[in-house]
């Protein structure tokens, strides 16, 4: 069965620092992968999604960046974090194929920048 | 473009009463909807899907949902809430070879005993 981790769970960290959340999927092959923000009481805010290996759309241009330097390996990345990058990250992945079409999330990052 | 709207932010319900969540989508294709559930500091959950064939169906925990193509909604319902239903709602339409979920602003639900 597929499998998703997010790592991790938690982390604050001081303005000015840089990030790395990390997404990893097994037990299905070229998934497709997504990075979700929710601000607190928002709702989700779509950042990157991938497609493929070094196949990454950006959907809010911001302070993130996301790289996907395995097939099953989805990471999201800042240089200097921000206030406003706080919030809750959410990693999923899809399957295009009919019978498991839909998103499976990880278990998110709530991120504190302090 | 693909759209989905939850008109109610948050819901109040007694514990043991009936619920029903509203989810109404703007979609030029046959759609594929989706509820998903998000407890606190948590993931989402999938609590169902439709994607064709019978237009109620049945997912996880108890709940149900119904697909009314001429209403273009998909509301999500259950008959008896418990205190462990609280939590966050959120629908989503796609479609095969759409690459993306559109999902809805969410809709808090709230127990009281």
């Known amino acids: 069965s597929q499998t998703i981790h997010q790592w991790p769970a938690t982390l604050v960290q001081p303005v000015g620092s840089p990030l790395s959340l990390e997404c990893t999927v097994e037990?299905?092959?070229?998934?497709?992968l997504y990075w979700y923000r929710q601000a607190a009481g928002r709702g989700l805010q779509l950042l990157f999604y991938?497609?493929?290996?070094?196949?990454i759309s950006s959907e809010v241009p911001q302070n993130l960046s996301a790289s996907r330097p395995q097939d099953r390996q989805f990471i999201l990345s800042s240089k200097k974090l921000l206030l406003s990058d706080s919030g809750f990250y959410l990693c999923?992945?899809?399957?295009?194929?009919?019978?498991?079409?839909?998103?499976?999330f990880g278990s998110g990052t709530r991120l504190t920048v302090v | 473009a693909q759209s989905v709207t939850q008109p109610d932010i948050h819901i109040t319900v007694s514990e043991g009463a009936s619920l029903e969540l509203r989810c109404n989508y703007s979609?030029?294709?046959?759609?594929?909807l989706f509820w998903y559930v998000q407890s606190p500091g948590q993931g989402l959950q999938l609590l169902l899907k439709?994607?064709?064939?019978?237009?109620l169906v049945q997912g996880i925990k108890g709940f149900e949902a119904e697909f009314k193509r001429s209403q273009s909604s998909f509301n999500l319902r259950k008959p008896s809430v418990h205190w462990s239903d609280a939590a966050e709602y959120f629908c989503?339409?796609?479609?095969?070879?759409?690459?993306?979920?559109?999902f809805g602003t969410g809709t808090r639900l709230t127990i009281i005993p």
């Open positions: 037990g299905t092959s070229n998934p497709n």
């Open positions: 439709y994607f064709s064939g019978d237009t």
């Open positions: 989503a339409v796609g479609a095969i070879g759409n690459e993306k979920l559109t």
């Open positions: 999923a992945w899809s399957d295009l194929a009919t019978s498991n079409y839909g998103y499976t």
């Open positions: 991938s497609i493929g290996i070094d196949q």
């Open positions: 979609y030029g294709a046959t759609p594929y």
